[in-house]
């Protein structure tokens, strides 16, 4: 009888640690999805131009990133001093600007590769993929993506680039504009961005 | 290599990392106090809006004129120079900071490009798998515990936090370019800044407060640097999204109550305390950075006896 449930103890730890293992492998899998759809977005960049860029990059942003999540970490406790409107408009007018940004910046191919390093889990039931971008004839860039997992998949929220949180950084930069000079300005701002990166 | 140098920059930049957050300083507009880290906030946006002027008008034209005028190989031969100089003070700062393998592999590095590598104008270390590695002395004070201290703008010089002070003099000091003529100098500040054209685009681009997108990607950069790159990749900020529900202190409608007076006043008050709290952080960090020179002091008189 003790052995019989020892047995079945050991069979639900495997149980729970190979459902574990899927969970990891899929945050990787995100990861990676969204790596290999930016690397063919950036090989065809010529020919697709700005907007079929743009147009490729929104789904591959949307099923990777949890948009909605970042707007509310960058802006903190500033997000509910916003109406529901505002706050729709913030999450609307952030997913173009982090589209738009992705199409202006990964815009042509020059033998860059996206190399999977590691991957560890958070404190706090979270996943960090550690990659690095290969540029012939440059330094390698490290990507490090930290994701969450939200409902059953697994979203980025934050990208870690040679040691700079992008989310840190965005943080104080709109808060720092909400504060100071309030939403519609801080709206104004990311809405000059998006038009300047469809124009370069 | 020419093909690629604009766009790879730009990717390259993504890292925020760049020289350009060196060269820059920010924009106007009144400051929300940034605490800690940056208790001379108003002052330091002044000396960016100065440095972002000064590059705007002295340093970009310079640095235009010598890209259209310099071939790319020779731009990428001075790049290469100045590069393998620095070696000789990355490897100074690997022993201070007890990095004894990677010492060894920087002076092979040293040794390659100075030789083989054409008085270093050409890189070959890198084709045999020697990467350059990133050691200062700010860097060093930072591994022998020595905190940051608030940042900073300087006029001209740019970004860098109090420990950078001293890290930037000892820095000059171990770089033999510094002991050379004015022309020599003069090239170094132009492939400085020439190299920093990229960083700089970006942060134009991307940032929607360049100051405050300068600083935040400056202190963050130099952190993973002194950390090796080791610090909090596990700080996910749920904490303050927990905090998200928390209710305003002060209403909208209380505030219209206020009268214009009182209104001002207080804001004086505000500007005041900021002030004075600003004051007293900055004369804090000193305390502490000196306390730390002391026991940095106190150790190395020990290892002597």
Redesign the interface.
């Known amino acids: 009888m003790v052995l019989k449930n020892m047995i079945m103890v050991l069979v639900l730890l495997l149980g729970i640690n190979s459902a574990h293992a899927e969970n990891i492998n899929s945050a990787r899998q995100v990861v990676d999805k969204f790596q290999t759809e930016l690397i063919d977005v950036m090989k065809n960049g010529k020919q697709l131009g700005y907007a079929g860029r743009y147009e490729k990059l929104f789904n591959a942003v949307s099923n990777s990133h949890d948009l909605t999540k970042i707007i509310r970490i960058v802006v903190g406790k500033e997000w509910e001093k916003l109406s529901e409107t505002q706050q729709q408009k913030l999450i609307d007018t952030f997913s173009k600007f982090s589209v738009s940004s992705y199409a202006h910046n990964f815009k042509d191919y020059d033998g860059e590769t996206f190399v999977f390093d590691s991957e560890e889990e958070t404190t706090r039931g979270g996943v960090v993929i550690h990659t690095h971008l290969n540029i012939p004839d440059e330094k390698a860039v490290k990507f490090d993506y930290m994701l969450k997992e939200i409902g059953n998949n697994w979203r980025i929220i934050n990208i870690i680039a040679n040691g700079v949180s992008d989310l840190a950084l965005k943080r104080s930069e709109y808060t720092n504009i909400l504060q100071r000079e309030g939403f519609d300005a801080l709206i104004a701002k990311i809405n000059e961005k998006i038009d300047n990166y469809s124009k370069l | 290599?020419k093909?690629?140098r604009s766009?790879?920059r730009?990717?390259?930049t993504?890292?925020?990392?760049l020289a350009g957050v060196l060269i820059l300083g920010s924009y106007s507009?009144?400051?929300?106090s940034?605490s800690k880290v940056d208790p001379c906030e108003h002052i330091n946006r002044k000396l960016f809006v100065f440095n972002t002027h000064l590059d705007n008008y002295v340093a970009a034209p310079i640095s235009n004129a010598y890209k259209w005028i310099t071939p790319q190989f020779v731009q990428t031969g001075v790049f290469n120079f100045y590069n393998n100089l620095k070696n000789i003070n990355v490897i100074v700062n690997d022993v201070l900071q007890a990095k004894l393998k990677q010492s060894a592999q920087d002076t092979g590095r040293l040794v390659i490009n100075s030789t083989l590598g054409l008085v270093g104008l050409v890189d070959v270390a890198r084709d045999v798998g020697l990467?350059?590695n990133d050691e200062d002395f700010d860097q060093t004070l930072a591994v022998w515990g020595v905190p940051k201290g608030p940042y900073i703008v300087l006029p001209v010089l740019g970004p860098l936090t109090v420990r950078g002070i001293p890290g930037a003099i000892f820095d000059t000091a171990a770089n033999p370019s510094s002991y050379v003529g004015a022309p020599v100098q003069l090239l170094s500040m132009l492939n400085t800044r020439a190299n920093a054209e990229g960083a700089l685009k970006f942060i134009d681009?991307?940032?929607?407060?360049p100051y405050?997108?300068t600083?935040?990607?400056f202190l963050?950069?130099r952190?993973?640097?002194a950390t090796d790159?080791q610090?909090q990749?596990?700080s996910?900020?749920?904490d303050?999204?927990l905090?998200?529900?928390?209710?305003?202190s002060i209403s909208p409608a209380s505030k219209n109550n206020r009268s214009d007076l009182t209104l001002s006043l207080s804001e004086y008050i505000k500007k005041f305390e900021q002030a004075s709290q600003s004051f007293s952080t900055t004369a804090n960090a000193f305390d502490q950075i000196a306390k730390s020179y002391e026991n940095v002091s106190e150790k190395l008189d020990k290892l002597k006896n």
Do not use: I
């Open positions: 290599m093909r690629s766009n790879v730009t990717k390259q993504l890292s925020y990392m507009t009144s400051a929300v940034s990467e350059q681009e991307a940032a929607l407060d405050v997108f600083r935040e990607s963050q950069w952190h993973s640097l790159g610090s990749m596990t996910d900020f749920d303050e999204l905090d998200d529900s928390e209710t305003l």
